[in-house]
């Protein structure tokens, strides 16, 4: 079974500061794919990066990246001089390639960036 | 905009009753997914579906069921409802619904059991 651990539930940070939130997930599979997910106040969840286990590169998009280390099974995201809009709950996902099957979520880790 | 749209947006209901939430996925996308959030279980797949069938299933209680139709917008069932229903339901959708594809989901519809 897949299973995906955020072991931060909380994190504050001053604006303009970096923030890395960490995910770990547990497959037996090698064809896997992970993913982030944002969820602002107004609740709705928008989908951030897909990652496939075949490629670990890390990823830049403007003030966010992600660092994918198999050796670790960890998939962390780091955004670069934080804003107050990146105030979110961010999800870790996990899901296999086949068809039926679900994403497996993190439980989520609650970022708040301060003023 | 994710382009996939769950209404109604709230729904307050009280317990024993029975409610439809429905879901119009995204242009194009043939598969549909339904989840629900709640504070101490966090997301939970309930089902998925692929083109009207039922391609996988999750924790979704037997007081609970879905379909989707020809023109492929879905509907969630919740019936005997309980104060532990209380939560946000999302829909998502994907293109053919393979585990790879990223979901792409709704705002969630807020359900409250008085």
């Known amino acids: 079974a897949q299973k995906v651990t955020q072991a931060q539930t909380e994190i504050s940070v001053v604006e303009k500061e970096d923030v890395t939130l960490d995910c770990v997930y547990e497959t037996r599979d090698t064809t896997y794919y992970l993913f982030w997910y944002k969820q602002p106040p107004s609740g709705e969840l928008v989908f951030l990066i897909r990652?496939?286990?075949?490629?670990?590169q890390n990823e830049i998009s403007g003030r966010y990246s992600w660092n994918f280390q198999k050796s670790t099974s960890s998939f962390n995201f780091t955004i670069t001089a934080s804003q107050v809009v990146d105030s979110a709950v961010y999800f870790c996902a996990l899901t296999l390639p086949t068809y039926g099957q679900n994403f497996v979520f993190g439980p989520g880790t609650r970022l708040s960036v301060l003023p | 905009d994710s382009g996939v749209t769950q209404t109604p947006k709230h729904l307050i209901t009280a317990t024993g009753q029975r409610v439809t939430l429905r879901c119009s996925p995204r242009s194009g996308d043939l598969s549909v997914y339904w989840y629900q959030q709640s504070l101490d279980q966090g997301l939970q797949f309930l089902i998925q579906?692929?083109?009207?069938?039922?391609?996988a299933k999750g924790n979704i209680l037997e007081r609970f069921s879905a379909q989707q139709f020809p023109d492929l917008h879905s509907e969630l069932n919740l019936s005997s409802l309980e104060l532990g229903d209380s939560a946000l339901y999302f829909c998502a959708s994907s293109a053919t619904g393979e585990g790879k594809q990223p979901q792409h989901f709704g705002d969630g519809t807020r359900l409250s059991i008085l």
């Open positions: 579906y692929y083109n009207g069938e039922e391609r």
């Open positions: 990652r496939n286990s075949f490629d670990e």
